[in-house]
C-alpha cells in the first residue's frame, strides 16, 4: 500500500483527525506474530487487567471495546435493567451523536437536561429524576455526565462527587463518558481513579482513539454489579474483536506508563495557548472556560471561513458564529501560532 | 509495551489466533501521521473506493465496519424492511455464534434450516421460504448464505446462482457472509465477484480479519437497495469507526495487489495437506469435504487431549469426537506435517 | 361479577377515567354470538372498511390495534425506515407519555422541538429538520403532531397543511396522533377527513377509548407507502387481537354514524363550559386556548387540593399550580356547573 | 350498529373464532358507567388481586395485558436480562406464530428443541441449555412450555415439576404459556395453581381470550424477582390499558366463580366426543393424545375439503394431511356429531 496523504498536515477538526501515536503503533507490532487465544484469552489483555488495577484498584476491570457509541450502549445496558432511563444533558455525545444507537440498539430512553456549560449538577439532575413507581415514566436510574465535557469543561473531583452523591442517594447509578477523560485528568494534575472511582462513578467508557489510538475504546467498571452481564451485552452490541490482543496491546502503550498523560497533556496546553493567543483579538470571544483540549469561540464571520480553508474545523452554532477548535496530541505550538497569526492577520 | 507472547507459537483452533500479516502492519504505519479527514473522508477510503470498483465492478461499493457480528447485522438490516425475516442454515455463524445481535440489535427473525454440509439450496429454502402476506409470520425477504460454509465446504459459482436464482424468483434478496470469502475464492481459482455479484449475491459481508487483518470487515453491495441506509445503520449499530483510515488502509494492502489470494491459498493449501496426511491414519474419518482452510475429521477419543495439548483446536462434536482444524494465513506445512506426525504417533 | 363502582361518578381526571357509550356496549353484545373468522377475517372489519372509505375517501384504510402507543409505534414504524428519525413537540404524547416504547419497541429516534401550545409549524420543525446524509445524525424523515395537541389546542386545516406542505417538501411523512381527533373535528365542524387526509397527511392514529369505546384504537392510512408493511409491525408490536370483530363492531358504533361526533362535541361544549365559568374568578388564569375537551388553568394553590378532593384532576405544572380539566363524552353540565360552583365558593 | 353474523355460525377452526361468553359481555355492562381511576386504580383491579390470591396463594399477581404475544414478552423479559435466552420447542407459540415479536420487542434469544408431543423434559432441556459464561453465547437463563401445548398435549404436574426442578437446579427460571391453562386445568381435575406455582412455575401468560373473553390476557407472577419491572415492560410493550376495568372485569367474571372450568371443561368434553368418533373411521389416525380441547388427526386425503367446506378447521401438516381440529367453549354436542357423521359418510 502506497502513502496517500500528507504527514505533516494539521487540522483544528478533531482529535479524530490525527493519526495514531507511534508507541501504539509500535505496540501493535510488537503483538502481532504466532498465535494467542482470541476473544480475550491472549497475554496482552491479561495484563492490561493488572495494569487497569494499578490504575483505579483492586476491582476495576476494563473491557475492550470498539467504538464510543458501543462502549456508551453497553456500559449503560449493564447500569440499568430493560426499564430503565438515563439521564444526560442534552449536548451529551451518546444523545447528539450516536445515531440514536442508545435508544434504538441499546433499547435505554434518554431524559435530557439543559446546561449551561455540559456539566451537569444536582439540581439540574432533578429536572428529570422523578417518577420512580409511575408505570408511565421511563424509570430514571442512572445519571451519564461526559469529562471532560462536550464543550470543553472539565468537572472537579468535587462536582462529580455530588453527582454521584446526589444520584446514589435517589437509587440511580453514574457512569461517564470519558472519551477525553485523559484530557480531564492531565488538565486537573489528577490520576484516572480520582476523577471516576474515588469519585463515586459506576462505570465508565474509556476512550482510547481520542487519546492517540489506531482505534479502540474500553468499558472500566468498579464493581460486580456495574458489570453485570457486559460480556454478553458487547458480543451482542457487536463489540467483541476477535484479535482482542490488538486492542489491548493499544491500551497497554497507553496505560502503563504515562503515555495518556503526555498525549492528552500536550493537547491541553495547545489549547490554553491557542485560547491565550486568540482571546485579546478584536471582535474574539471565548465561549466556554478552555479545560481541556477544547477552544469554542467566536470570531467575526468574514474570517471564519477563510480560517477554515487554511486550518478546518467545525461551526458549534451557526447562528452566532461559534467554532469549536479541537487540539490534539501532535498539535504543536507552531500550529497554533500559524492558526493564531493567521486570525490576526484577517483581524488587523 | 514489551512483547509478551510467542511469536512462533501456532496452533489449529482458529484463524482469529493468528496475528496480523506484515504487510498490514506497514500500511498500518504508513497510513499514520497527521490530519486526515474522520468518519471516512480520508483517502485511503477513497482509494479503497477504486480498488472496490476493480475487484467488484462499477457501481460496488465497500464500508467498512468492525465485526463481522457487526456486518452482517447491517448488511441485512439494509435488505430487508423491519418485518423481513432472512432463510439461513441452522449451522450459519449468524443464528449461532453472535450472541442473538441480529435478532436483538438487528430486530431480524432468522428462520433456520438444517443442512448437511453448511449449505443452502432452493429445496431447503423452501422448507422456510413461505408464508408470504401472511400477517403473524415474520417475512421471508431474504436468504443468507456462508462462503466458504461453517463446515468448510465452498459452494460452486452455480451452486450459488441456483440460490441466487431461487430466491430472486421469490422476491427474496441474498446476503453472502463472507468471513471466509477470500478461502473459498482461493480454493476455486476465481476472482472474489465470480462468487459473488457475478452469482447474484446482492450484498456481502466481506471479512478481512479471518484473512491477516488487525481488526477490520466490510459490507459490499452492488445496487443502491441493497445499500440503503447503510451508513445510517452502520452508525446505529456502533461500527463506525471514526479514524477510518487505519480500516481503510488494512483493506487496501489485502485487495489492492494479491495479499487476499496469497493469504488464503496459503492456509488452503495447509488444509489439504493436513486431511492428506490424516486421511489414512487408523481410527480416522474426514468429515466434510476439505475444499477451504477447514479440516472437519473425527480423531479416536485417546488422541484428542494429546494431539489438543499441542497444537490446540476446538471441539465440533463431542459426541461423535469430531474436532474442527483450522489453518492460517502463517501456518506452514511444518505446522502440519508436526501434527500428522503426532497423531501417527498416538495412533500407530 | 358484582358491580363495584358508583355509576354516577364524575371526575375531571382524564376521558379514560370514563366508562364506555351505552352504543358501543351494545355493539359487543351484536357481534359476540357464533364463530367468526379471526385476525381480521370477520364482517365487522369487512364493513369498518367500507365505512373508513365512506369518511375518508378511496384508498383510505384502517387496521384496528390495542393501544394508543401501539398505533403511534406501528404508524411510525411503517412510515419511516430504521434509520429514520421522527420530529415531535417536546409536549408530544409519543415522546413523554408512552414508557419510552416509541424509541425502544419502536426503534425511532424522536427529536424534539419546544413550543408554546402544542402545535408545530414548519419553522418550528425546521430547528430539527436538518443533517439528512450526515451519517452520525438519526435521518428525520417524518413529523408528527398531535391533534388536538396534548395541551388542548386545535390545529386548524391551513395549520396543518402548513406542516404537510413544509414536511413534504423536505421528503419527510406527517403523521397524525389522532386519540381526540375526534374533539378537533367536532370543535371545527369538520368531517375527519378534513383534518387528516384533505389536509396532506400520511397515517393517523385514530383513537377510540377516549371517545367512549371499551378499548380499540387503530391507524388509518392513505396510501400503500403509507401503510407498507403495517399488518406485519401490528404483529411484531403485539397489537394484533385475535378476536378482531369486537374491536372493529366498536369502531363500527363510532364511525358509521354520527357517535363519534355527537360524544366529541359535547365533551367539548362542556369545556367551553367550565372555561367560561371559571375565567372571571378571582386568581383563575386560563392559560391555553380552550379548543377541544381539555382546560388548563392555573388555580390559586388554596383552592387546588379541596377542589381535587371532590372532582379529581391533575397537575400539569406544579411550580405554577397550573391544572388540567378534562371533560369526557359523559361529562354534563350538572358536573362542570358544580365544579364551577365550587371553586366560586372557595375563592369568594 | 346492525348485526352482521349468523350467531348460529360454527367451526373447528380455533378457539378464537367463537364470541364471548354471556357472563362475560354483561361484566363489561356492568363495569361500564360513571368515573373510575384509570390504568388499574380501578375496583375491579382491586378485587381481582383478591381473587389472584384466592386462585394462587399469597403472593400471586395478576397484571393484565392484551394480547398473547404481549404476555409472552413481557413476562419473559421480565424473567431475564437483556443477555438471557429462552428455551423452548420448535412448536411453541412464541417461536413459531408470534411474528418475531419476542426477538424483536422483547429481544429475547429463543433457543429451540424439538419435541416429539409439545412437551419439555429435563433431557431436552439440556440439548440447549449450556455454554453459560461463553460470552458468544445467548445465556439460557429461563425455559418456556406451553399449557396446553400447541399439539392438544397436557404436563401433569409432576411433568411440570421435573421441568422447574432441573431448570432451577440450573439456575433457570420457568414461564408457562398457558394460553389454553384453564383446558389442562380442566381436563386434569385440578385448580389452576396445582399446575404453575405449586409445580414450581416462575410465571405464567393466564389467557383469557381463548377461554370466552371478549379480549384479555395476562401475567401471573409468584415473586417480586418474577416480577421485577413488569408494569414498566407492560407499557413499553404497549400492553397498558387505559380502561383497565374492563379487562380486569373480564377476568373476574372468569376468575371469581368457575366460568373458567365450565367452559375449558366443556370444550374439552367435546374434542374427548369428536376424537371417540373419529377413531374408529376408515384410514383416520388420531396422532396426538387428546388431552385437552384440540384434535390433531389425519384424514383421507380426499375428505378433507369437503369436510373444511362445511366445518372449516386448518391444516397442521400438508405432507401428511394432519389436520387440527378445535372445540370451542361454544362447541356443542350437534356440532361434533354433525361433524363425525359427515366424515362418516363421505368415507364408507
Not at 4 to 30: I, K, R
Not at 70 to 81: F, H
Not at 235 to 240: H, N, S, V, W
Request: net charge negative.
Amino acid at each position: 500500500m502506497t502513502r496517500l496523504h500528507d504527514p505533516s498536515a494539521h487540522t483544528f477538526a478533531s482529535d479524530n483527525y490525527a493519526g495514531a501515536h507511534p508507541e501504539v503503533l509500535q505496540a501493535l507490532v510488537d503483538a502481532s506474530g504466532g498465535h494467542v487465544g482470541s476473544y480475550g484469552a491472549d497475554p496482552y489483555t491479561a495484563r492490561l487487567r493488572e495494569v487497569v488495577v494499578e490504575q483505579f484498584g483492586e476491582g476495576a476491570e476494563l473491557d475492550p471495546v470498539l467504538t464510543g457509541t458501543g462502549a456508551n450502549v453497553a456500559a449503560l445496558q449493564a447500569l440499568v435493567p430493560r426499564w430503565g432511563a438515563v439521564v444526560c444533558a442534552t449536548t451529551a455525545h451518546v444523545y447528539t451523536d450516536e445515531g440514536g444507537a442508545p435508544e434504538r440498539l441499546g433499547g435505554i430512553k434518554l431524559l435530557t437536561v439543559p446546561t449551561p456549560d455540559g456539566k451537569l449538577t444536582p439540581e439540574l439532575i432533578d429536572r428529570q429524576a422523578f417518577g420512580w413507581g409511575d408505570q408511565q415514566r421511563p424509570q430514571p436510574l442512572a445519571v451519564t455526565i461526559t469529562q471532560s465535557t462536550e464543550l470543553g469543561t472539565v468537572y472537579t473531583p468535587d462536582e462529580i462527587r455530588a453527582v454521584t452523591d446526589h444520584a446514589h442517594a435517589l437509587g440511580m447509578r453514574v457512569h461517564l463518558d470519558g472519551a477525553r477523560l485523559a484530557n480531564a485528568a492531565a488538565a486537573l494534575g489528577l490520576p484516572l481513579r480520582a476523577l471516576t472511582r474515588d469519585a463515586g462513578v459506576d462505570s465508565v467508557s474509556l476512550g482510547g482513539t481520542k487519546n492517540g489510538l489506531v482505534l479502540g475504546e474500553s468499558v472500566v467498571t468498579f464493581s460486580e454489579e456495574a458489570r453485570a452481564g457486559l460480556v454478553y451485552l458487547r458480543k451482542m452490541d457487536a463489540q467483541l474483536v476477535s484479535k482482542m490482543r490488538f486492542v489491548s496491546a493499544q491500551f497497554l502503550a497507553m496505560l502503563e506508563g504515562d503515555l495518556w498523560r503526555r498525549s492528552a497533556a500536550s493537547a491541553n496546553a495547545r489549547a490554553v495557548r491557542l485560547a491565550a493567543g486568540l482571546a485579546d483579538l478584536p471582535g474574539v470571544t471565548i465561549t466556554q472556560s478552555v479545560d481541556a483540549n477544547a477552544v469554542f469561540v467566536v470570531l467575526p464571520r468574514e474570517v471564519v471561513e477563510p480560517l477554515r480553508a487554511a486550518h478546518h474545523f467545525y461551526d458549534w452554532d451557526r447562528q452566532t458564529g461559534e467554532v469549536r477548535l479541537m487540539c490534539s496530541f501532535d498539535t504543536t505550538d507552531e500550529h497554533v501560532d500559524r492558526f493564531v497569526d493567521d486570525a490576526r492577520a484577517l483581524l488587523t
